[in-house]
Each structure stands twice: as structure tokens, then as C-alpha cells.
């Protein structure tokens, strides 16, 4: 490369921007906040009633922090339209931002290499990379996180997630994120930006951010597992029509063995004397394939095997969540946000856990 197009580079890189956005993220969001600090680019928090210091801390590192209105519903497609808005009025000349979640800190050279392919190829309007979690040897559900942050393809994709790097002009052709949508919330803009703007949404082969989804509870992946089949009935809601038919597939899925499967075994139990339990042998037989999937892709066995629990249970959870938000349609109830997290994620450490520390899948789920 010349000393010019370096120069060149750099100055484009240079309108990159930084939405984050939290509540109650303690160090996990001191974590966030260092990682951009000093990049010399402008960073937004959006903060939604933090009982900590959050505010403090990222104001103490030179951030624009907008407090969000919580007489309003929030979600996080809420705050993040609010902190890309916010950056773009202080800062016109940013033409992409990058999006990364409080609980998330950017990984050396990410912003470079992101900033690197949209500027290669004007077809792109986002992109995203690896996703790590942080601490996957505490928890049986952060491995599966690890699992998750790390399946899917290279190249064109039809999703990303909350850590990802999008062109400022795309965000104003769509208006940004749907606020409504509490859950798959990128899925949904990922869509629109598609539709709006005929770009093209990439994944690199580059891990771009570390992740501590602090999961230590049973009840964690549950709440988790539930808001996820939230988000498959209500962008297949929105966009469940052909050419898209998004989440078709994952929510027919949800729906049969998270409902009809159990319900029908139960139900013809005694009619059939018992031979339609054998329905539910499906869960240990989907359990041990993936599992055995996913060790053949490399993972170890603690990872394969949560990733493959969790990819054979989660369709009940699930499907209470797609029904959950079927029934709020139906009341004309407007959709809230399903918590899983901790405050500060305290684990079984407890606080100490937090201050030391900082979708295409194997078939079975997303």
C-alpha cells in the first residue's frame, strides 16, 4: 500500500462513530468505554435508568450520553436509533457506525477491517464479524453463547448482531431500527436495509468484539431462550411474507416441538397406552447429533454438548415467547422487553465476578 492510500484509509476511517448503549452494565461497560477510548473517533452511550454510574463513567471518557425517557417503553432498537441520531446531529461528517452492546468490548484492528470492506466494495451496507464470549469456561450457558456467537457463514449473510458496523446513509434510507420489535431486533432492520437500499450485509472473517453474557442460571437461558422465540413470531410477523418468509422455518420449528409435539404425546398418552411418549425421545436424539455436530466442527466436547442441550430444549421456552407475543397482538398490548441478565452480571462470584472480569447455526436453532 502507498503512504497515500494509507493516509486515505485513515481518513476514512476516521468517520467511523460508536453507538453503545446499557443499563446497570458496571464494568462490563468501563470494559466497552476503554475499548474505544483514545481511538480519537466520537462515541455515544445511550443509557436506559442505570442505577449505577454508568452516566459518570462514560461521560468521565469523553462520551455523548443521551439518557433515554423510560416513560416510554424501551428496547434496545430504541436506544440505539436514539445514539445513532444523537451522533450524527454532533457529528455530520460520520458516514458509518459502529453498534456495539454495554456488555460488549471492541477487539484491536476491528474498526480498521470493517471500515476496510465498506470502503472496497460500495455494495455493502454492514458488516459484522466473530463475536466472542468473554468467560465461556464459567457456565455451561456461556458456552453455548460461545457456540452461538461463533456459527454461521463468511460473506453475504441475511442477519448480524448488536456489534455490528453500518453505513450512516443506509440507517437514514430505513429510519434506523423498529422500536417496537423487542427481540431480533437487527434481524428486522437487516430486511429493511436489504429492501431500502439493495446493499449487500457481509460478515468478515475477523473476530470483532468480546462478549460476557454472565449466564449462570437455569432461569437466565430460559428468560433468554424465551425472548428469542418473542423475536421469531414478531419478524415473522413483519416480515414472514414471501420473498423474505424470515423466520418461517424457525418458528414452524418452535411452534411443533415446543408445543404440539409435548401437548399431542401427553394428550394420546392413554389412547395409545403410552406409545406417543415416544415423541419426546426426540429431545435426547437431537441433544446428542448436534452435539456430535458441533464437536466435529472443532468445539470441545463442554462446548458441543451445552450447545447441543440447549439447541434440543429450547424450543419450549421459545414457543411461550412466540405465543406470548400472538396473544399481546391480540390485546392490542404493546411488547416489553424479556430480562435475562443480572445487574453488573453477577454470577456465583457474585461481584467480584463482574469486577474481575470484564445465526446460522448447526440446523437446530438460531
Not at 468505554?33 to 469523553?62: F, H, K, M, N
Amino acid at each position: 500500500m502507498s503512504p497515500t492510500s494509507g493516509r486515505a484509509t485513515s481518513q476514512r476511517a476516521s468517520q467511523v462513530g460508536f453507538v453503545l448503549i446499557g443499563r446497570n452494565e458496571g464494568e462490563r461497560l468501563v470494559r466497552a468505554l476503554d475499548s474505544v477510548r483514545g481511538s480519537g473517533r466520537p462515541v455515544v452511550y445511550v443509557d436506559s435508568a442505570s442505577t449505577d454510574d454508568s452516566c459518570e463513567q462514560a461521560r468521565r471518557r469523553g462520551a455523548i450520553v443521551v439518557d433515554l425517557d423510560m416513560s416510554i417503553p424501551f428496547s434496545a432498537a430504541r436506544a440505539r436509533n436514539a445514539g445513532w441520531r444523537a451522533l450524527l446531529e454532533a457529528h455530520p461528517d460520520v458516514d458509518r457506525v459502529q453498534f456495539i452492546d454495554g456488555d460488549c468490548e471492541v477487539l484491536p484492528g476491528w474498526v480498521e477491517a470493517a471500515s476496510e470492506t465498506l470502503d472496497a466494495d460500495p455494495s455493502v451496507v454492514a458488516v459484522c464479524g466473530w463475536r466472542r464470549e468473554r468467560y465461556p469456561e464459567r457456565s455451561a450457558f456461556n458456552r453455548v453463547c460461545d457456540v452461538e456467537w461463533t456459527s454461521g457463514p463468511v460473506g453475504d449473510v441475511d442477519c448480524f448482531g448488536g456489534d455490528v458496523m453500518i453505513r450512516a446513509s443506509a440507517l437514514v434510507a430505513t429510519g434506523g431500527y423498529d422500536p417496537s420489535v423487542i427481540a431480533a431486533e437487527d434481524d428486522e432492520l437487516g430486511v429493511r436495509l436489504k429492501r431500502a437500499t439493495g446493499g449487500r450485509l457481509v460478515r468478515i472473517d475477523r473476530d470483532s468484539t468480546l462478549h460476557d453474557a454472565a449466564m449462570y442460571r437455569v432461569g437466565q437461558w430460559w428468560q433468554r431462550a424465551k425472548r428469542c422465540g418473542h423475536g421469531y413470531a414478531q419478524v415473522n410477523h413483519l416480515h414472514g411474507a414471501p420473498p423474505e418468509r424470515y423466520f418461517a422455518t424457525h418458528l414452524r420449528r418452535t411452534l411443533l416441538w415446543g408445543v404440539a409435539a409435548p401437548a399431542a404425546a401427553a394428550a394420546l398418552s392413554v389412547p395409545t397406552l403410552g406409545a406417543s411418549l415416544a415423541l419426546f425421545a426426540r429431545y435426547p436424539a437431537v441433544a446428542a447429533r448436534t452435539a456430535a455436530r458441533t464437536r466435529a466442527d472443532g468445539y470441545p466436547w463442554g462446548h458441543a454438548v451445552a450447545w447441543g442441550v440447549s439447541c434440543a430444549m429450547a424450543p419450549i421456552p421459545e414457543a411461550l415467547g412466540a405465543l406470548k407475543f400472538h396473544v399481546d397482538r391480540v390485546l392490542d398490548r404493546r411488547p416489553e422487553i424479556i430480562e435475562y441478565k443480572d445487574i453488573e452480571g453477577a454470577g456465583p462470584h457474585g461481584r467480584e465476578s463482574a469486577r474481575d472480569t470484564t445465526r446460522e447455526n448447526t440446523g437446530e436453532r438460531t
